[in-house]
């Protein structure tokens, strides 16, 4: 992935390094002066400042938004088309007070944080009152932005590429477009919501455009994934059938043991016989006709139950 997909931040301070950069500048600017700093009273004209450096760094900016990355951002925004044909000074229509001439220009380096530090040097000299850190505060945004337009550039270019490839395998479009369709928001891994093919035929449109270099493959994908739906739609039908038929047979069974239950009264007399075994102490047993009354009272739900059988 380029470098210029980074975010807006990351991005520029990879390339740009601030704080080296104004060390390089302090280095530069003494090189150039070759003499000590000199406190100005005078106020730093932003608008000047800009337009001196403009000069240096914006070249043909009107036809090349990525033009200040390029001469005084970083090397890796690319060569200034005007590095090959020859420097050219921006008109900025502004006196040549304020901005850098063509043989001026002739010195500046070509490399962009030796040229963004020589930039600040020649316009610190001619922008009373200006220091390296207005230049700072005054062009560094211009320049992250400039980055950034130099970064959708790249960004285009290489989607514009990835267009014109068509390097995917079935298998990869495939599964691209299945995990599209099963989403959450769309069919749904059991394909519910694409029962009807309207509803298929809709999200199919939405997930094959979104498939890189996978126009050979939609037809046969197109047919794989409609089995896959109708397999998935009707095992579902199946299931469901499945777990009405097993409560059908519940009921149906508990509805025939319980008719052989109330057969001869068999239910109650089992109960009342397993009462009389586990609960009383002489088992009902002659002479404790108690005993059996009260075991009979217990087995009493057997005589309501066979009633609303009946």
Known sequence: MSLFFFSDKIFFDILFDKREMKRHIVFCIMAVLACPSIAVAATCSQMNLT??????????????????????????AGEPPSERTGMRSLSLGASARYTLSEDELEDAPTDPGERYAWATAQCIKKIDGCTPDDVSDVYDELIEQSC??????????????????????LSSCQSSIRACMVASNRCGADYSACADNASFDNFFATCSVTATGCDDYIAQIRTTLTDDRDTAIANAEAFINNIVTGYQNAREQKLNSTIAACTDNAGRESCIETVCERNMPNKCGPGYESERINAQLLCEFYNLACELVD
Do not use: F, H, K, W
């Not at 001196?52 to 890796?76: E, F, K, M």
């Not at 270019?157 to 990835?162: N, V």
């Open 148 to 169: 950034r337009a130099a970064g959708v550039s790249a960004q285009m270019t290489e989607t514009i590429a990835d267009a014109n490839r068509n390097t995917a395998s």
């Open 51 to 76: 337009r001196c450096l403009d000069s240096v760094c914006a070249i043909n900016v009107s036809s090349n938004p990525a033009a200040r990355c390029q001469y005084c951002g970083t090397s890796s």
